[in-house]
């Protein structure tokens, strides 16, 4: 039988109903570029924990 192998990323956004996945990279206009290291919430409250080069922030993740 053929065998469907989901990335990790992919079984984030169903598990979260998100477009974001813990590890995803963005740029972020003020802060630059960044990655993901955590996700909470849903919707409009969900946040994002990005490590930019300098600093980690919280941020709400219809603002990426």
């Given at each position: ?59 709400m993740t219809n603002y990426l």
């Amino acid at each position: 039988f053929p065998v469907t192998i989901i990335p990790l990323q992919s079984c984030e956004e169903i598990k979260n109903d998100s477009k974001y996945y813990k590890g995803q990279r963005i740029h972020h206009q003020t802060f630059g570029n960044g990655t993901i290291m955590n996700i909470e919430g849903e919707g409009k409250k969900e946040m994002a924990l990005i490590k930019f080069a300098n600093d980690s922030k919280w941020l709400m993740t219809n603002y990426l």
